[in-house]
């Protein structure tokens, strides 16, 4: 819990001589969270409580999300520091790969990991799934779309303009004409962005394009892992290997949240609700400090059990932030969209 950790936040913040700040999104299924646009809002009040000091420590856990969010993310930290640092116990995929390399170095354990940035489009434009309820869509990704090109123009050897001509209409059947827009848009974007950011802790521009294309496409897979050595030594990233001590610090910070927030693991719900008369409390995201409390986003429900052959009823009764001080418990009346982020925005 938030007030076992302070202890270990004071050691963390003298070992690197820093202020300590917390970003965690869940990945628990079920009950996934990622990075989004409200989380920036919590990060203002935590960085107003913190104030402009040499330098931050960002400790980061997420296997991704929107794209324009980890941008305003990293820029407000660095509003408030002279050095950022990133801390990654574990993961740190995807848009929390993009908040990475805009820091000035990157604290990495054993097991820590980055991914590819490169992003997937989701609009109500997307091709949909068929076979499920609702407005189901499918996220269409960058480099898929570039990855069905060249397979056509490269491993087939389909050089022809008219075929080529064909290739892109039978696409175009298949997504919307105008995501392919949105595609090339995302896809600059992207490297325009991941250019800007590794200049904080990279110099040679040689070198940062190298770095772009292996993050954006080179990679080959959106599920690749990147891990210490890789990044240091293959990519060049100014990566730090933490100490014995600073590690076993991290460890235990990672052990305690995972443990709050049952990261990785699978959500038992009906188990959960029959310990509380069907009603249950899932912490799905949080935001911290020493300085500025604890910032959750809960989502608060109850399960009502049928009978037997019914479906089963889950009512959400609350969704969004709530903040926690000094054992106090301040409910936000404007509940955000970390779970789900703005559909027109890019994912990674």
């Known amino acids: 819990m ?7 936040y004071r050691e963390l913040e ?12 869940s990945d628990r299924q079920g009950f996934e969270s990622q990075i989004a646009q409200d ?20 400790y980061l856990y997420t296997r991704g999300g929107d794209t324009s969010a980890a941008w305003n993310i990293v820029n407000l930290l660095r509003m408030y520091c002279d050095k950022l640092e990133v801390i990654i116990p574990h993961k740190a995929h995807s848009a929390g790969t993009l908040i990475s390399i805009g820091a000035n170095s990157i604290v990495m354990t054993k097991q820590a990991t980055l991914g590819p940035i490169d992003p997937s489009i989701n609009t109500p434009l997307n091709p949909k799934l068929e076979n499920l309820p609702g407005n189901n869509t499918f996220p269409v990704s960058v480099e898929a779309v570039k990855g069905y090109l060249e397979f056509a123009k490269e ?4 050089k022809d303009d008219n075929a080529l001509a064909n290739i892109m209409i039978k696409l175009s059947e298949k997504v919307h004409p105008l995501v392919l827009g ?15 950011l590794l200049l904080n802790q990279v110099t040679d521009t040689s070198k940062i394009k190298q770095i772009i294309s292996f993050l954006c496409s080179d990679s080959g897979s959106h599920d690749y892992t990147i891990n210490r050595r890789e990044a240091k030594n293959n990519l060049g990233l100014n990566v730090i290997k933490p100490s014995s001590d600073l590690y076993n610090v991290i460890k235990q910070i990672y052990d305690d949240i995972s443990s ?7 959500l038992d719900i009906l188990g959960l609700s029959k310990q509380n008369n069907g009603e249950y409390n899932i912490k799905r995201c949080l935001i911290e400090s020493i300085d500025g409390g604890a910032h959750y986003f809960i989502t ?27 054992n106090r418990v301040e409910q936000n009346d404007n509940p955000g969209n970390t779970v789900h982020s703005d559909n027109n925005r890019y994912q990674i």
Request: aromatic content about 8%; glycine content about 6%; cysteine-free.
């Open 155 to 158: 491993e087939l050897s389909i």
């Open 2 to 8: 938030y007030n076992d950790r302070i202890t270990l």
């Open 39 to 58: 989380a920036i809002d919590r990060f203002i009040d935590q960085l107003d409580k913190i104030g402009v000091v040499p330098k931050i420590s960002l």
């Open 182 to 196: 949105q595609v090339y848009r995302s896809r600059a974007q992207i490297k325009m962005l991941a250019e800007k």
């Open 300 to 326: 608060k429900g109850k399960i009502n059990i049928m009978p037997p052959g019914s479906a089963i009823n889950n009512q959400t009764i609350f969704e969004g932030w709530e903040r926690y001080e000094d």
């Open 260 to 266: 709050e927030l049952g990261l990785s693991l699978p």
């Open 14 to 25: 003298e070992q690197l001589d820093s202020k300590v700040l917390v970003y965690i999104t």
